[in-house]
């Protein structure tokens, strides 16, 4: 959401909160005819058993200094929960009401407390995961759908209530009182082809089963919605499902082409957040922080980081473009070896980021280039010779990424290192990683 649009509880006008007082007394009077018991009447982490007396709390709930004022927090939180269903049915207090009890009737229809621990085997669970928070802080969730239409007919009820139990365990790790109220969604169709999304009868009611469910019954919940890997004769099958949701749904969908797909997920997830498979840092890499360097059409651009006085010192790096390819090459020379350098940066207080005119200097130090998207190695120096009778010489691990061969097109790459002097029996190797098999 944009942080100026109202709507929110941090921005509502005084009309609205004329509006959302009304709601509350017109939601209440419904939800008491329910007759329901009190665990049909949790929605989200909140009763609504009793929402009407939410508003003797007053001008509290939107002093953000009360934030996590217990007497502050729920109703807060309730308030944030009720906003959606007035959002999503543009402000209209009647219309709002009817949504509201219509999700309550139909999460005591599926018997949702039920649902909530009910366990799925492999087949399903592989289907997708929770993993990372967005830029705003929003969780993350992950659809793997090549394997979905190979899924026997019988396995599609079963998979829906595991789709709505993911977003529920999505939802639950939000922090409605703090205003984080949204989940970022990835839905992959790598490998999908139309056959195997056509020749399963019950598949194509089972999306729009979903679509209808999440747009009637989780209002308001989505941050934003990658369609990535889709094949371009499925995008059919996107724009027509796209029309089953409201065009305020549908402006958060994003699909995405594959040779974008990095790139659009790095405006919105920071890199050791995204999920490996898509370009993430591996969590065994770990780095304090990421360096984005831009490589310029028909140049080369070179990290430098210092190295600790030891005799031997284990480098861990990954790299990984936003778009596109680069060469890179890596190796260790002595710092006073290093050729000139000119528009130097420093990035840290040992790493800094430069060109040099006499690259053969740097090649003779360096493994042999590769072409790569993503791309991670453990390298290792050992000192030898005098340096053993205490003559040590300042060591630089040296990281080349070339962009000769595009004519036109800027490379922004991402870095990450960790310099290690501890033994971890790491073994020597560097990996090639195409994120996306197309």
Not at 398 to 407: I, P, T
């Amino acid at each position: 959401m944009s942080q100026k649009e109202s709507g929110y509880i941090d921005t509502l006008t005084d009309a609205q909160k004329t509006t959302l007082a009304e709601f509350r007394k017109r939601a209440g009077e419904e939800i008491a005819k329910l007759g329901f018991e009190d665990e049909h009447l949790e929605l989200w982490g909140s009763s609504v058993k009793e929402i009407q007396k939410d508003g003797d709390v007053g001008a509290d709930i939107y002093d953000n200094a009360k934030v996590e004022d217990e007497n502050v927090k729920p109703v807060r939180s309730r308030t944030v929960i009720l906003l959606k269903f007035l959002r999503a049915r543009e402000w209209n207090v009647e219309a709002a009401v009817t949504m509201l009890i219509d999700t309550l009737k139909w999460r005591k229809d599926i018997n949702m407390p039920s649902l909530l621990t009910e366990s799925f085997p492999d087949n399903i669970n592989s289907l997708g995961a929770i993993s990372g928070v967005s830029l705003n802080n929003t969780p993350i969730t992950y659809n793997y759908y090549t394997e979905l239409g190979s899924l026997p007919n019988d396995s599609y009820p079963t998979f829906l209530r595991w789709r709505i139990q993911l977003m529920e365990r999505a939802i639950a790790t939000l922090a409605f009182h703090r205003g984080i109220e949204t989940v970022t969604q990835i839905h992959d169709y790598t490998d999908v082809g139309m056959f195997s999304m056509t020749r399963n009868k019950e598949l194509k009611p089972t999306i729009k089963e979903i679509t209808k469910i999440f747009q009637n019954h989780y209002p308001e919940f989505l941050e934003r919605k990658y369609f990535i890997g889709v094949p371009k004769l499925m995008t059919f099958l996107f724009n027509t499902f796209s029309m089953l949701v409201s065009k305020r749904t549908r402006d958060r969908f994003c699909l995405v082409t594959s040779e974008k797909t990095r790139g659009a997920l790095l405006e919105h997830i920071d890199i050791r957040q995204l999920e490996e498979r898509y370009g993430g840092v591996p969590h065994s890499l770990k780095p304090d922080e990421m360096t984005e360097i831009a490589v310029p059409a028909r140049k080369m651009r070179v990290l430098s980081v210092a190295l600790p006085n030891a005799m031997s010192t284990t480098v861990r790096y990954f790299v990984t473009t936003c778009e596109l390819d680069v060469e890179v090459s890596v190796g260790f020379m002595d710092t006073d070896a290093l050729p000139a350098q000119s528009n130097s940066r420093s990035i840290s207080g040992t790493m800094t980021v430069f060109e040099v005119a006499d690259a053969e200097t740097l090649v003779a130090h360096m493994n042999a280039p590769q072409r790569v998207e993503v791309h991670r190695g453990t390298v290792t120096d050992e000192r030898k010779g005098k340096e053993r009778e205490g003559e040590s010489r300042a060591r630089v691990f040296v990281l080349m990424l070339g962009n000769g061969f595009s004519y036109l097109t800027e490379k922004k790459v991402k870095i990450g290192v960790v310099v290690s002097t501890e033994p971890e029996n790491l073994p020597v190797v560097t990996e090639s990683i195409c994120s996306f098999p197309w």
